[in-house]
Nanobody, 121 residues
Framework: QVHLVESGGGLVQPGGSLRLSCAASGSSFSFDVMGWYRQAPGKQRELVATATSRHMTNYADSVKGRFTISRDNPKNTVYLQMNSLKPEETAVYYC???????????????WGQGTQVTVSS
């Protein structure tokens, strides 16, 4: 199975920056897609950004131009650089991974424990 460890959350002022990290552990898995979701109080979880193993990226429209997702495949780690943060982006940010056993066709989805990001003065 796959275990995800997230870090980098915290308190930041509006307009500030933060970088999240998510390290995946799991033997003999291919991490086809790694990404980030967020969930604010009273709202549904939403996609923020994803990156494939070939570094093809996808972003929510609301974060385009401000957030950058990247991944280090040898370390099985995905990052989310967040710039110009807004108060409404206060949420728990979750790492999400679609992992595939090397000899399998299907993938399995895993979630991190979540890291709190608070944007406030």
């Amino acid at each position: 199975q796959v275990h995800l460890v997230e870090s980098g959350g915290g308190l930041v002022q509006p307009g500030g920056s933060l970088r999240l990290s998510c390290a995946a552990s799991g033997s003999s898995f291919s991490f086809d897609v790694m990404g980030w979701y967020r969930q604010a109080p009273g709202k549904q979880r939403e996609l923020v950004a994803t990156a494939t193993s070939r570094h093809m990226t996808n972003y929510a429209d609301s974060v385009k131009g401000r957030f950058t997702i990247s991944r280090d495949n040898p370390k099985n780690t995905v990052y989310l650089q967040m710039n110009s943060l807004k108060p409404e982006e206060t949420a728990v940010y979750y790492c999400n991974v679609d992992a595939r056993p090397q000899r399998n066709i299907r993938t399995f989805t895993y979630w991190g424990q979540g890291t709190q990001v608070t944007v406030s003065s």
